[in-house]
């Protein structure tokens, strides 16, 4: 009898264990959380401008709990910030090489402001590295153009805002002047800089290098 019973709880320890394991995501069903689009892609200043001006809230998709574990940098980022994260899920792209996933960090509840990061996979789900690409806040906002190689062309600008009139009733705040920052060329499949930041290198990889000095060549010819 009392083997009988011994016999029982470790079967339906087994059985646990294997529904466990049954319900842990795969990496293709991580992807399947991203709407597909293709490359290059860019993001739209005027939206983003927009989207800190009126602070309208948008129901959006939010990227379940369980497939957290495939963002690594959500739990290093937690470790700066006590704000909930709540990853809304924007695109994933594929070149021959590698997945990318674009998405908004959505921390807080701070209604406008945008943080977008994009992560690298190899193609058997080996992560690659994560880098914040374009966001806006009230003080900056940063947009990103990113080509078929996973290369990045990112610019930054410094808002200033209108002035409400006192004669307003409900006055609404307006961005006066979007001011050009810097540039920043990113190779985004390597190992980045996952946290907002205000760019000040203006590095270039080598093979943008090679093409504008190339133009430079035929432009002396």
Excluded at 17 to 34: K, M
Excluded at 187 to 199: A, F, S
Aim: hydrophobic share 40%; proline share 7%; glycine share 4%.
């Amino acid at each position: 009898m009392r083997n009988l019973k011994v016999t029982t709880a470790i079967l339906l320890m087994l059985l646990s264990v294997g529904s466990l394991c049954a319900q842990e995501p795969t990496f293709q069903e991580f992807l399947q959380q991203f709407p597909k689009a293709t490359l290059p892609y860019s993001f739209d200043t005027a939206a983003l401008k927009d989207q800190i001006e009126t602070g309208v809230p948008v129901k959006v998709k939010r990227l379940d709990w369980s497939y957290y574990q495939f963002l690594p940098e959500l739990e290093r980022s937690a470790q700066f910030s006590s704000k909930p994260v709540h990853p809304e899920p924007v695109a994933v792209f594929e070149t021959d090489d590698f997945y990318a996933v674009l998405y908004n960090i959505a921390r807080g509840l701070t209604r406008g402001t945008k943080t977008y990061s994009i992560s690298i996979f190899e193609k058997n789900g080996a992560y690659v590295g994560t880098h914040f690409i374009a966001g806006v806040d009230n003080q900056h906002l940063t947009t990103a153009t990113i080509d078929e190689q996973l290369t990045a062309r990112i610019e930054g600008f410094n808002i200033s805002w209108e002035r409400p009139s006192r004669y307003d009733e409900a006055p609404s705040p307006k961005i006066s002047d979007l001011e050009p920052s810097n540039i920043e060329v990113l190779e985004l499949t390597v190992p980045g800089n996952p946290d907002p930041v205000e760019w000040t290198s203006t590095a270039k990889p080598a093979r943008w290098m090679e093409q504008e000095m190339s133009a430079d060549m035929a432009k002396m010819k």
